[in-house]
């Protein structure tokens, strides 16, 4: 069964690498993935290779540089449900390279390629909802990639991005100076706002960024940011925004 040697690859992994916390997250996900996944099910990779969507899975690269910190923000891979795919499948989410790695029943570690057929993956132990989106980062042009979902309501949505940024490396230029290594580093969430029209854009950060966004309901929004003293820092709030919106 693939499930068992996947644990026994992971487990050697932790052992060697002594990650003791993370030790024991996969030690729970293996013994709740054996009773839950049939291993019967449609192989991810098959049903890609059946609807002839051409190359849509590869080996993610593999660096040999030390590099501090991690690109994950969830280390471990973790049982995931895929749209259109029966078999749940061990992933991780890469919030550097924007791309999710998946685990075969060969053992192989491969990397999800961007198609829309597989657009919602779902991380069971967390039921964090990932949706592959086509969406305008800091008013750039649009890009296709993976947001979080936090909340919907009839056409407008809340959506965020976990983002994790990489500093190369510095050599010492003198004695007294110290080699900096490469690192990634764990940045602000970014949030973005879902409209009517289904666009999706960063989400206003002040009550005159809304205006913009909706100059129809200026005295409407005046009103409502008024009367519920909103805080465009608070998720709780933009999700008041969105009800507001959204009526």
């Known amino acids: 069964m693939w499930i068992i040697s996947n644990f026994i690859y992971q487990l050697k992994t932790l052992l060697m690498k002594k990650h003791i916390t993370a030790l024991i997250h996969i030690l729970f996900f293996a013994m709740t993935s054996m009773a839950q996944i049939n291993v019967n099910d449609t192989n991810l990779d098959a049903v890609i290779l059946r609807q002839g969507a051409g190359k849509v899975f590869r080996n993610p690269k593999n660096s040999q540089e030390k590099i501090l910190g991690s690109p994950y923000h969830q280390l471990m891979f973790a049982q995931a449900k895929v749209d259109n795919v029966a078999q749940k499948y061990f ?24 198609i829309d057929d597989f657009s919602n993956i779902t991380i069971l132990g967390t039921n964090k909802k990932y949706k592959l989106v086509t969406y305008s980062p800091n008013s750039e042009k649009p890009k296709k990639g993976y947001l979080i979902e936090l ?47 289904g666009n999706i854009s960063d989400f206003p950060e002040s009550k005159k960024q809304l205006f913009k966004l909706f100059p129809d309901k200026k005295e409407a929004i005046e009103t409502f940011v008024k009367d519920n003293k909103i805080d465009f820092d608070l998720e709780a709030d933009r999700i008041k925004i969105i009800n507001f919106l959204a009526q």
């Open 91 to 114: 992933m991780r989410y890469n919030n550097y390279a924007d791309e999710f790695e998946f685990i075969t029943p060969k053992n192989d570690t491969l990397v999800l390629d961007k």
């Open 151 to 197: 909340y919907q309501k009839s056409s407008f949505g809340l959506y965020k991005r976990e983002w994790t940024s990489y500093y190369a490396g510095k050599k010492a230029k003198t004695t007294l100076e110290k080699d900096m290594p490469p690192r990634y580093n764990k940045e602000k969430d970014y949030y973005y706002l879902k409209d009517g029209n």
